[in-house]
């Protein structure tokens, strides 16, 4: 019975204990699934604005703009990758530190050329002071940081040597001769020029990493979670060919240097197919130095001058008001109409239809557009609106403006307006439509649209290829287009373009000398032109020239201070072409023609073994490794002077291969 009585009283407070333990129990569970409900419904906001936020945040991985290129494969500009060094020094254990300080501080000073006492001074707060993102450098090339990587601590990398890289894209101008006024810029903000105009595809597809706070100012990647690695910008082939930009830039700032001249352009278009292969703008800075600096050849409407005179006899020409046997007296050069005074600065007389040109007659164009159009001006309008002359062009570049055309139902047109039209004034336009113009003129009447993009490439594949696009498929009859290119071509042989004449390279051009800003008072102020194609006899090439503001001391005509420079751009143009021109116009020393041909040699990785690819051509060599799988970053043009992976070293797909390039 006491056993009994043992037994139950144990049991019970057995009992009692697990009722009161269940109890707890069960108060701990409600309380947590209490906290739980509150946590979902209330603090997470709080908790992640807290602690998440404050402590973490996603970061943008700047995706690489493609390259732009010249239409021979040329880098004009480029991305280069930029270095940014920190220091984790909380991850340096103190035997490392203690035991390496001195001899990194010694490299350190060799290569940035301060004392090793400064560097060991900050390192060593630094250190005391644990920090973990301390910016010990920044914007080194990959030769810079190759070489500080593998200095003392550095070289144990960033778990154990806290060394911390942070990679940055920078964009550099791989030439010379196209400035940035033609080459242009995206920032985010402004767009210009090729840059402004291609880049949609030269952008990339930004990534995205995690970083964590250091301190108030500071945050630290972390490259090991989630981190969405960026997609490089596309590649872009322009259509301009960098031996005759070269050409063409050459030509043009010696004559703006000789002539002091304020700025000019230069345009070479391709005739059949619309390819703008040079497009130079110089202006002289405040140094006295001409700079690429300005657009002119689409950002500036002007008023031609005597180069339009083409456009209006063309017109009379297609209409059939004039012939070859056309004569117009031009009396002794001076003509007075609906109360304006025109004169010419060519002698007087009676000039037929070529002499007119030729000799660059405002008297004979002006005679002959009233004759023809006074009582119907529209109709001559109508054939300027026919040629795009009206309309604002359709091309890639940004920031090219409409062409301004006095018409009939404007305020300030008079009866002298037509007249002033016909050899160029009242007439405001860009200077690449009026080569449009001139160009369809060589192309037979074809006028094509002025193309700047010649293909575009992603990771060695061609993704897009520019076509040829026609404006006007039939400008005149083909009786006006032989007559116009007969008369250019007198113009040249025996008329205001004389002195750039040669019997072995047959050229067909007009000279134009215009006065603007002309109603205000001091000096008279001149643009000379010369604008033509060339052979003439099966045109090649159109160019247009023009010279603003030189001194007139010193000339001022079209065919004194704009023809020599079409001269010398037609007889280097084709130096690659048998041409029996003069000597001094085939010197060319900036061009060399060796480095333009280059077997593209092939490139194979065998058994994941790096080959050797330096002194291989860039342009040929990247993209085939990008084709094989491996990531390339690469700094300069020309040749490939110094890799890394060394040869025969192991590689993987996806690694990064490092190139350094120079010409």
Same mark, same amino acid.
């Given at each position: ?28 569970? %409600? ?54 060094? $920190? ?12 035991? &390496? ?35 010990? %450098? ?20 960033? &778990? ?97 240097? &000789? ?36 657009? $002119? ?289 085939? %010197? ?76």
């Amino acid at each position: 019975m006491q056993k009994q009585n043992d037994y139950d009283n144990k049991r019970k407070k057995t009992l009692r204990w697990g009722y009161l333990f269940a109890t707890v129990a069960l108060c701990v569970f %409600v309380m947590f699934l209490a906290r739980i409900v509150i946590l979902q419904n209330t603090n997470v906001q709080e908790i992640k604005d807290d602690y998440i936020n404050n402590n973490y945040r996603t970061a943008t991985l700047k995706a690489a703009r493609g390259n732009l290129y010249a239409s021979d494969g040329s880098i004009l500009a480029t991305t280069v990758m930029r270095y940014d060094i $920190y220091l984790d020094f909380k991850t340096i254990k103190d035997t490392v530190y203690s035991n &390496n300080i001195g001899a990194l501080t010694d490299s350190l000073s060799k290569m940035f050329g301060k004392s090793r006492a400064d560097f060991r001074k900050r390192f060593d707060e630094q250190k005391k002071n644990k920090n973990q993102y301390y910016s010990l %450098v920044k914007g080194l090339d990959f030769d810079q940081y190759d070489r500080i990587r593998k200095f003392p601590i550095f070289k144990r990398g960033k &778990n154990k040597g806290g060394f911390i890289v942070d990679r940055n894209y920078k964009r550099e101008l791989a030439t010379s001769e196209i400035g940035s006024g033609t080459i242009g810029i995206d920032n985010g903000v402004a767009k210009a020029g090729l840059e402004g105009a291609f880049s949609k595809y030269l952008t990339g597809i930004d990534g995205s990493r995690l970083e964590q706070r250091v301190n108030s100012s500071q945050w630290k990647p972390i490259d090991y979670w989630k981190v969405n690695e960026p997609v490089d910008g596309q590649d872009v082939y322009t259509t301009l060919d960098l031996r005759i930009q070269d050409i063409a830039h050459s030509a043009l700032q010696k004559q703006l240097i &000789n002539f002091e001249a304020k700025h000019g352009t230069v345009i070479v278009m391709e005739v059949e197919t619309g390819k703008v292969r040079a497009m130079v703008n110089l202006r002289r800075d405040d140094e006295g130095n001409y700079v690429d600096a300005y657009n $002119y050849a689409i950002k500036d409407n002007i008023e031609p001058g005597s180069t339009f005179k083409v456009v209006s006899l063309l017109a009379a020409m297609d209409d059939g008001f004039i012939d070859e046997n056309t004569t117009v007296d031009v009396g002794n050069g001076v003509w007075v109409y609906a109360k304006q005074r025109i004169s010419d600065g060519h002698g007087g007389g009676t000039y037929d239809i070529s002499d007119v040109l030729a000799k660059s007659s405002n008297v004979g164009t002006a005679k002959l557009i009233t004759k023809y159009y006074a009582d119907k001006p529209e109709i001559f309008l109508d054939h300027l609106r026919r040629w795009k002359l009206f309309d604002k062009m359709d091309i890639e570049l940004p920031g090219i403006t409409k062409p301004n055309n006095l018409t009939p139902k404007h305020k300030k047109w008079n009866a002298a307006a037509l007249a002033s039209i016909g050899y160029g004034y009242g007439t405001n336009i860009n200077i690449l439509q009026l080569a449009t113009f001139y160009n369809g003129v060589a192309n037979h009447g074809k006028m094509v649209k002025p193309l700047f993009i010649d293909k575009i490439m992603q990771n060695g594949k061609v993704t897009f290829e520019a076509q040829t696009q026609v404006m006007v498929k039939k400008m005149a009859s083909e009786k006006a287009l032989k007559m116009m290119t007969d008369a250019l071509t007198k113009a040249v042989e025996k008329g205001t373009g004389r002195s750039i004449f040669t019997p072995n390279l047959k050229m067909a051009g007009k000279t134009g000398t215009a006065r603007f800003e002309y109603w205000l008072p001091g000096p008279m102020k001149y643009r000379a032109s010369f604008a033509g194609f060339y052979p003439a006899d099966s045109p090649k090439y159109t160019c247009y020239v023009m010279i603003s503001e030189p001194n007139t001391a010193k000339g001022f005509y079209g065919g004194t201070v704009s023809a020599p420079v079409f001269k010398e751009i037609a007889g280097k143009t084709f130096l690659k072409t048998p041409q029996n021109v003069e000597k001094e116009m085939l %010197v060319d020393k900036k061009v060399n023609l060796n480095k333009m041909v280059e077997p593209n040699v092939k490139v194979a990785v065998n058994n994941k073994q790096m080959p050797n690819v330096v002194g291989l051509i860039g342009k040929n060599v990247i993209p085939q490794l990008e084709n094989l799988g491996y990531r390339v970053d690469y700094k300069g043009v020309g040749r490939i002077t110094e890799q890394f992976p060394l040869e025969g070293t192991t590689i993987s797909k996806n690694q990064r291969i490092y190139l350094s390039l120079q010409n």
